[in-house]
């Protein structure tokens, strides 16, 4: 998914640059952030289960590493799934709207 997308971006920076001056033909990309599905209970699921492996073979330094920190990944996740964080639809809206206006 992150590739494509990527190369769906940059194709669209490409074609405006190009397009633009050539034909007047404006060129946008939209691209809206996060939508609430299940990736976010699946990775929090997932990444309980990394952790007890992790501890289960004494491998915590990984942890610390890559400051794993399955707590903070749950409140991001119930902030998002139940809008009371900084993730709201609303806000992502107003963004697109602002995008294709400006």
Same mark, same amino acid.
């Given at each position: 998914y992150?590739?494509?997308k990527t190369?769906?971006? &940059?194709f669209s920076h490409?074609?405006?640059m #190009? %397009?633009?001056?050539? @034909?007047g033909v404006w060129v946008s990309a939209v691209?809206?952030?996060g939508y609430n599905t299940n990736i976010f209970p699946n990775s929090t699921a997932w990444a309980k289960r990394v952790k007890e492996k992790l501890e289960k073979e004494d491998k915590t330094e990984l942890m610390? %590493? &890559?400051? @794993?920190?399955v707590s903070a990944l749950e409140k991001v996740t119930k902030e998002y799934t139940e809008g009371s964080g900084s993730f709201t639809?609303?806000?992502? %809206? #107003?963004?697109v709207v602002d995008c294709v206006i400006h």
């Open positions: 992150g590739p494509s190369a769906i971006s &940059y490409v074609l405006r #190009e %397009i633009a001056p050539k @034909f691209e809206p952030g610390d %590493i &890559y400051e @794993f920190d639809l609303s806000d992502k %809206i #107003e963004d």
